[in-house]
């Protein structure tokens, strides 16, 4: 069943509260999320519009409360006039949730703050018209006006304080542009919105533009900025066939570029809709978030009626003259303190700036529910090939044994090796490549698989065969029937590998590794980097046993694989990283996505976990300790230190407290990303000096 | 063995089943499923409640389920209750609860 993309509830297909957003349908459970969805620039002006017009109102009512005698006759009127707008044009907002919440049932903050603003404005209502009625009471229309006021200011701070925590998705969007250069059959351009590219069209981008959509390069090369999606400052270069992600810029070529995804499909809505997401992600210890909202507003409510009982009572015992003022206060006060939004908020909005810090890294937290899961990870199973090695073998030798130069060798071979898709062929074309080799014609070409590939080659036979002694990684090329060479192929060990292996044993985490590869070549590469236990010959569908195997040991698993082919293991493990492809990060397996080939992010996406759930517990211990203590404090605490009279100021006080409650949640969230940077940053210098040693009293304690 | 918790597993997790409620699920499956209620906070951002809670099992409304058993003992369980008890490792505890039917303690919604 759909979601609700505003508040989470489920909401069943047939409502008739439905807009679709580039080709995605959104389903909402009332009108004022489907309200908040598609204006929320409406909803932020009319916050504005209503903070404003309160504090024009609401500071005259307090200077003439406290400096105008209450000896003149028409203070309270002139009081009464002006709280009239805020409290209904103001705090209608608050009255329209209340509404809502008493028609499903279900008690919100919005049902307490409406009480406790009309029961101050009320109160003072009926003492301005009835003054005899409670001889010597005073009005508190200031209490009632600041609630108002105070609330929706710490509404309003609030609101900013969430666009900074959701600055890199909101950033993605904006940089990209509003008009694609179409380029139509006959190779004229034109300006269409973007809104409209589809697959399969052609565009031109220029130098210095974003690319707007996926696609591959159908003409012409550039150096390509990919920092804002892949984390990485440094340009690639980019030439015809090689793929472009959306959100990346052109530097210095023009381009024709043809389009594979666009809109919703493409990488960089993908990405911003994961971000987007993240608030909606579980951490365990958010439970006890759950029970507080449960059970919230009758405790409160209880507690208030408490509390002006305990009042009323008590001093109409010592012969106090006015204790339904007190007693009307110590409710106000109760019912306006308490703040459920700080203890809601402190996950979600964690999560949140998480995943934000997150992409500007190139990590993509798909499941942010995972990094509570992460924290716990203490043993990190990691694929070879893709992941410990470059995804691509390389050629690191050529034996020459004929009267060949290594020059037409490399002609021979990669002549016939541009027609198979091979690792090995690609490592021959790529060698040839990079020595200025153009490749010929080549004919009658037979690959044979599991054995190699032969042809002819400007008339001559030319046939590559796999090496006999046993080297996977090894060709023999035999040219008109005489052995002239030995090409050696293998795919290079990552330069991070080591110290990556290093930095998780240093956290506490066991590493294995699995592969598909021969006993032989997976043993060569555990060793130069520090890794003891691996698995050999494992088929793609037993790696999935082998995550089974240590969690049924009590371990928590990460995988590190790729995400296409290894979604079974990725999906079985306790958090699943998928490494590198970002092809079709929808499509992908994996709770995190990492948009680069860097090693490192293993580490750092271990140290976001760590940072983050710590976070989310500060926050939650934050909340609950300042309801615990201002509660009390509103109730009547510090009475018999500070006397009767600290109950004029309370319950603007407690609309103070109440009003930065989510704020303060917010900022100290907001923490989070300089505290996850300067982690990143302490790692990358160590890293950089080369020291592999444990990195004691760097790193946070897990 | 009467007075012992019986361990039914789920997933990576485990539920584990009060002695005391034997008898009132000698006719009764269990199924434990959420229900969701928006809490006392307003803010967007903030999350909608999940609690899990237990009802009579009716294959005709109660969806898609998973079937945990053992023995004898059988619970049927929501598609996201199982993931949740089985991503997070979780135990739970299903017990008779102050009105005379029964509950879950200990559960978190984290599919």
Known sequence: MPTDPVCGMFVPETTDLVTEVDGKKYYFCSSGCMQKFSSPDLEAKKLRKRLILSWILAVPVLLITYLVSEKFQYRDYILLALTLPIQFYSGFGFYEGAWHSIKSKSANMDLLVSIGTLTAFIFSLFITLFPSAIPGAGVYYDASAFIITLILTGNFIENIMKRKANRAAERLM???PSVAHLVNETGQVTDVPLDSIKPGQILNVRAGEVFPADGVIDNGST????????????PVFREKGQRILSGTRNINGSIYLLVKRAGGDSTVRQIYDMIERASSGRAKVQRIADVFSYYFVPVVMASAITS????????????????????VLAFVSVIVIACPCAIGLAGPITLLISSNVSSENGIIIKNSSALDRLSKVNRVVMDKTGTITESEPTVTGIDITGEETESEILTYTSSLEMNSNHPIARAIQSRAKLMGINPEKAEDIREIPGTGIEGTVGGIPVKIRKSGNDERSSVKVVVDGRDVAV?????KIRPEAKRTITELKTLGIEVSIVSGDTDKEVQAIGEEIGVSDIYSGILPEQKAEIVKKFQSNGDYVMFVGDGINDSVALETSDVGVAMGSGSDIARESGDVILLNNNLENIVKVKLIGNETITKVRQNIGWAFGYNAILIPVAAGVLVPFLGLSVYTILPILSAFAMGMSSSSVVMNSLLLRPRIRKTFRNYSIKEMAGNAVAMEGVLPSI | MKNEKIMLKSGRGIIWIDPKILDFLENYVPWIHILEKKGACTDETCQVIYRATVDRYDPARSGECIEISSGN?????QKDVYESIDNSRQEIYLTKSIAGGLKIKGFTYSP
Not at chain 1, 308 to 327: H, K, N, R, V
């Open chain 1, 487 to 491: 090409i050696h192929v293998s795919y």
């Open chain 2, 73 to 77: 003992m059988k619970v049927m369980l």
């Open chain 1, 174 to 176: 904006d940089m990209m």
């Open chain 1, 223 to 234: 150096e390509v900025d990919e920092s804002m999606i892949t984390g990485e400052q440094i």
């Open chain 1, 308 to 327: 002006s009982l305990f009042w009323y009572f008590y001093l109409s015992s010592t012969g106090y003259s006015d204790p339904i003022e007190i007693s």
